[in-house]
Structures are given as structure tokens and as C-alpha cells.
């Protein structure tokens, strides 16, 4: 007899949420706008039976606000609020893909782990955005140049230690917290202390790590 | 910022701009009715928005709506203020970033690896 395995389960989840994606990035993310689901799919790279069959599912978790015997159909609210939760949470499982399949697509790290006996090397590349990174480091170091004497050194210091940490190959994220958060207490000291907080989570949301 | 989270980025934005407006004018009351022509008269929201947008609030449980009119449903109310008593955090619906487009003290909020923004930070006021 035939099993299926759950690794066999878990791309055809990938396939439905890719197709998903691609449905509701066809429709520019609105309820209601008709597409071709047989063209969506063509242009992704889906041959037309396995469309086919996953237009099935579709239908019938009512992911489809309206359909007509052309293959025209339009993304429900269901499917709209599906893609949007993965898309702002891709950590989170949504009702119908598990995180892990949601991250192939849209996770910022480097791997995600899912059974008991895998491995991974993981190098989080952060790419073009360790220029705007360095950008807002500068920007706080300046704001802490603006406190008295003794903080103003401790803080800074803590600005370079962040630099420093970031520019290792593979950055502690331990480390990279415990400075963010020393950041934010020395950011109530300044009178501007909001936007230098807010500097202090853009770091962190930019590193994917908020 | 990856274009698919500027996608949702950008329709929470429509949505969230079309509750505050609401709320303006209804403040907490379920019964205080807006026109929808009118928000698109005043251009918080484009014509091509107005199915999306109001279908997405309507059947979240935020507002109902009734021909050319929309008006609040509890639920509403308790996300719109809670957004506005603290514009720094998320609700079921709208994130932080997109609240803080419209209630933000500060000048940026920065959201992904690509955005970019330099932050002007007025406090003359209290100087």
C-alpha cells in the first residue's frame, strides 16, 4: 500500500500557497478582482492538471468569492486575509499553511528547522539592508551626542558595540538585543528619546528580529 | 521592504484611513452613518478601492454597511481607539507602522530591509 509521507504533504502545501500568492498578487491583493486562475497559473510554472487540482482545494476551503466556467475567478475574503496574516507574520502558522511552509517563500532567516534529526547551517545575509542599517546607527549614535557627560559615553559606546556586533559574519542575536535594549533605556534619557526608541526598533525590524 | 508586505501595507493603510475618517465623524457611536461617495469626493479613498476596502472591513466585523452608507460596529469602535490610545502598538488588524502613518509623534517608522528614511525630530515645542 501506498503512504504519503509527510514531506509529500508539506510541497503540496507549498504548491497551493505559492499558487495562493500568485492569485492574490494577479488580483494586487483585492477581494473580489477577477483573474484567470488557468493563466495565474501557466505563468507560474503550473502545468494544468495540478492547477486544476488545486483549484479543487480552493473551491472548496472557499477561497473563491466568485468563479465561472472560464477559469475567471476572484480571491474571497478568506483567501485575502490567509495571505495577508502570512505575509506579516510569516513565523506564525496560518489555518491552512504551516509556518514552515510559509517562510520557503517569505522568511527573512536563512533556514527553518522541522524535524527531530535535521541539520542546518544558517548565515542570515542581511544584504542591501545593512547600508539603511548603518544609516540608523549613525543616526542614533548622533542623538546620543546630545546627552551629558558619562551617559553620553556609555551610550555611545553601546551604538559601537552594536555597529561592531553587526559587522561579525555571523551576528549573536543574544548580543544584538541586550545592546538594542540597553539602547532604549538610554534613549529616556534624551529628550527626543521616542524617535531614538523608534530608531532602536527599526534597527530591530530591519533585522528581522523585532 | 518586500513588495508583497508593501501590497498588504498599502490596503491596511486604505482600510485603516477609512475607519479614522469614519471615526471623525461618529466618534463611538454605532448609529452615526458616513457617506461612502463622499469618501471618495474627499479622496481618502479611489473609486477602484471602495469594493476591496469596504468588503474587507464589512466582513472583518468592523463596520456594516447598508447602500451608500457605512457606520460602525463595536468591534470597530474598540480597534479605532484602541489604535489611537496607543498608536504604538498593533491590533487584530493594522499594524503598528501603519497606525503610526496616521497618529505617529515621530517623524519615521522603519518596517523592512529596504526602506529607508531620515528621522527630523521637532521638539522645539517643549524646549
Known sequence: MMSTSPIDVQKVQERRYQLLLELWKAAAGKQLERVDFLQVAANAGFDCDEAKQIYLFFKDEGFFEFRNQKWGVSLSHK??????????????????????VIQNFNAPVGAVQTGPNSTANVKQNFGASMAEIAELISQL?????????????????????????????????????????????????????????????????????? | MNKDLELVLAAEKKRYAVLYELWKVA?????????????????????????????????????????????????????????????????????????????????????????????????????
Open chain 1, 79 to 100: 483567501a485575502v486575509v490567509e495571505i495577508e496574516r502570512s505575509l506579516t507574520n510569516p513565523r506564525v502558522s496560518t489555518e491552512h499553511f504551516s509556518a514552515t
Open chain 1, 141 to 210: 549614535r548622533s542623538q546620543f551626542e546630545t546627552l551629558p557627560h558619562g551617559p553620553r559615553e556609555e551610550a555611545i559606546d553601546v551604538v559601537d558595540g552594536l555597529a561592531d556586533e553587526l559587522q561579525q559574519p555571523a551576528p549573536s542575536k543574544g548580543k544584538v538585543k541586550a545592546f538594542l535594549s540597553q539602547i532604549r533605556v538610554f534613549a529616556q534619557d534624551l529628550a527626543s528619546g521616542a524617535s531614538a526608541g523608534l530608531l532602536a526598533e527599526a534597527i530591530a525590524k530591519s533585522l528581522g528580529w523585532h
Open chain 2, 27 to 127: 466618534k463611538d457611536s454605532t448609529q452615526q452613518t458616513i457617506s461612502i461617495q463622499e469618501l471618495v469626493k474627499s479622496g481618502i479613498i479611489q473609486e477602484d478601492d471602495v469594493i476591496p476596502v469596504l468588503c474587507y472591513l464589512r466582513d472583518e466585523g468592523l463596520v456594516k454597511d447598508s447602500d451608500r452608507w457605512i457606520n460602525f460596529t463595536h468591534k470597530g469602535i474598540v480597534e479605532i481607539e484602541r489604535s489611537i490610545k496607543h498608536p504604538d502598538r498593533e491590533t487584530e488588524h493594522f499594524s503598528a507602522t501603519v497606525i503610526q502613518h496616521f497618529h505617529a509623534p515621530v517623524g519615521i517608522v522603519q518596517t523592512g530591509p529596504g526602506s529607508t528614511g531620515n528621522v527630523v525630530d521637532d521638539s522645539s515645542a517643549s524646549s
